[in-house]
């Protein structure tokens, strides 16, 4: 298992852009963020950069690992801690020879165990299923069950449990096996963002 990967607990994904940015991660930070992951969709190449490097230092601080979403050249600018890669973004041995050997490379495994196999034998560091539950950010998401959180278990990898995740619904999730719960609008959607995190922290330590 990766070394910065030991934790366990809130996956905090940013829903950007939006102009609080800092603020709303430094509220969830110190909500209990086990995590944080950077996703910014747009095509504003310079705002990105200057956003990756500001969530670096201030994850660095925290001692929170930072994770850029899709795109292995902002990670290596912004000094991240590694990246996640979707069914569209590339191979783990591109990833990581960019990279370096330290870094982290999550992927993500839909509603496939056939995948996490595959990507975990390929040396990903983590897997993220899901969607589990019906998802403001994908809502045509494939769907996932607790079932393919306990397959995947032997594998020996962190597993993340995404899409539509509340702390109301996330306990059979933890229970099957999840290490992580991975989370955009659950936190970032919220009036208080510090306040929700804290909630999706709590059921790791509950």
Known sequence: MHPHLT?????AITDGP???LLAAVKAALRGGVALLQYRDKTADSARRAFEARALRELCARFEIPF??????ELALAAGADGVHLG???GDIAAARARLGAGAIIGVSCYDSPARARHLAAAGAD?????????SPTKPNARRATPEMLREA???GLPLVAIGGV?????RPLIDAGADFL??????????DPEAAARRYAAMYTS
Do not use: C, H, M
């Open 7 to 11: 934790r366990r607990g809130l996956y």
């Open 18 to 20: 939006r102009p609080d």
């Open 67 to 72: 994770i850029v979403n899709d795109d292995v």
């Open 87 to 89: 069914e569209d973004d």
């Open 126 to 134: 983590y897997l993220a299923f899901g969607a589990f539950f019906p």
């Open 153 to 155: 278990k032997p594998l």
């Open 166 to 170: 509340t702390p109301d619904n996330a």
């Open 182 to 191: 991975a989370v955009i609008s659950g936190i970032f959607a919220q009036a």
